[in-house]
């Protein structure tokens, strides 16, 4: 059964000018589908572009170039009512529940506000029968609704949020590193919640995370960003099984497994050197500087993307058969 594409993004491309001719790559020639109903993660290092992708495809962010398609419409080239109407399609969670709420306005003024605003629930009543719904299917309850932010924990913001999020019954929700704020044993209850109302109201998700130990408890396919590319993408368990960049290797040896026989034996990835800046990346491969297994030919040209296996894509010379058979052959960092 062919899947359905609900969002396609074609080379996203979002750079911010700085002045002084200095430009920031954030964002540079991403392309990926989401399929309708399915999870979607992106993982990567703090200032990868992850973030800015998310917004940059919901439209907070224009972008520099590139295509967004949702839905067969191409979001950078709606006029403002088609906006106003795709808005009510996706929605997005945001990284610090706190900073993203209003502190003076209560539960129910902040999650009634966006049905004011689409003319939804026009009777009070109705919509505040609507709130106390939302904060149920959030694990809160209706008693919730007159308070106000600062009287929750960090991870009943985090609901809160969510619950703002679904108050237009969206389809699709990007959800921007939404568990990174919060306490380790809160982060697995959002996650458990975020899959149960995927199931229950048939959403579809992108979800940005550093933690790959945790995205892979939600994704159904992952790509992975460095420095504002694209460097793998895969089904989760298959990235896990068989990761194939230098990078996403890298990530995965930093997980730490629970079995200390294991752990003891297990060999980690440690890179060298710092992040090279977006404003002035590495020529050729961007990974290259910090690459265990880099080769001439990576400061010399960019990796392509290629399919490996099926539905295994990975842009590394190390798979590039010419180059890698001219310098020494693929050689894989992970030891299992």
Known sequence: MKKEV????????????????????AVDGVSFEIYKGETFGIV??????????????IGLY?????????????VHSMSNKEKFEFHRKMQMIFQDPYASLNPRSTVREIISEPMEVHGLYPNKKERLERVYQLLEDVGLNRDHANRYPHEFSGGQRQRIGIARAL????????????????????QAQVVNLLKR????????????AHDLSMVKQISDRIGVMYLGHLVELTASNQLYKNPLHPYTQALLSAIPIPDPDIEDKRERI??????PSPINPPSGCVFRTRCPA????????????????KDHFVACHLYNKEISG?????RKLVTN
């Open 167 to 186: 108050a237009l019954d969206p389809e699709f929700i990007i959800a921007d590193e939404p568990i990174s704020a919060l306490d380790v044993s809160v």
């Open 270 to 275: 440690i890179l060298q050197g710092e992040l």
């Open 44 to 57: 990567g290092e703090s200032g990868c572009g992850k973030s800015t992708a998310g917004r940059t495809i």
């Open 197 to 208: 109302l995927q199931e229950e109201k048939g959403l579809t998700y992108l979800f940005i």
């Open 6 to 25: 609900l969002l396609k993004v074609n080379n996203l491309k979002k750079y911010f000018d700085l002045g002084r001719k200095e430009i920031l790559q």
């Open 326 to 330: 001219r310098e020494g052959g693929a």
């Open 62 to 74: 224009n972008q520099t170039d590139g295509e967004v398609i949702y839905d067969g419409n191409d």
């Open 294 to 309: 880099a080769m001439e030919a990576c400061a010399e040209s960019k990796p392509e993307w290629q399919e490996i296996d």
